[in-house]
């Protein structure tokens, strides 16, 4: 299992490296991506929030289902955004306990490397594409607080440092 990064923390602000090709260590790595987010009951995880600062991520729009539904994506970059938005809560692994309405687009093409280096291309107007969004922020450096108004970030903040605070003396 892969230790979570909790926020705030330095190492979620920033801007993860390409890969050059996949290989047999990035594997292993998603492996235990996939494993460290279903034990969290979480849908997607970025490499940054387990300490890596590399473009990869995973998501499950199925993972709370019984038919799971696992795209690891490597290097992805968005190539086309539909102008219609909509409201959705989102939460994440990095802010336990913390959801917030927010709003994204509707839907996005991405293109991505897959684990054995394919060049991958993928639209989607669905839960889906609203975990791409948020996974895709992380790897930029950018949270889903960002999204919201100062008020509810510096509050969320707040919270998880005492939180980690927390964490720490009971260590
Ligand atoms: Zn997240």
């Known amino acids: 299992m892969l230790k979570i990064v909790f926020a705030p923390d330095p190492i979620l602000r920033q801007t993860c490296e390409q890969l050059e090709q996949v290989d047999e260590h990035h594997r292993q790595l998603i492996k235990e991506m996939f494993e460290t987010m279903y034990e969290a009951n ?58 917030a309405e927010l709003e994204r687009p509707d839907e996005i093409t991405v293109e991505y490397l897959d684990i054995d280096n394919k060049k991958q291309k993928l639209t989607s107007n ?19 607080i960002d999204h919201l108004s100062r008020l509810k970030r510096d509050i969320i ?14 260590e």
């Open 42 to 99: 979480g849908v997607g995880l970025a490499a940054p929030q387990v300490g890596i600062n590399k473009r990869i991520f995973v998501i499950d729009a199925g993972a709370r289902e019984e038919i799971k539904k696992p795209i690891a994506m490597i290097n992805p970059i968005i190539t086309s955004i539909k102008k219609s938005l909509s409201v959705y809560e989102e939460g994440c692994l990095s802010f336990p306990g913390h959801y």
């Open 126 to 144: 669905d839960f889906t594409s609203r975990i791409i969004q948020h996974e895709l922020d992380h790897i930029n450096g950018i949270l889903f």
């Open 157 to 170: 903040i707040r919270k998880m440092k005492k939180y980690k605070k927390e964490l720490n003396q009971s």
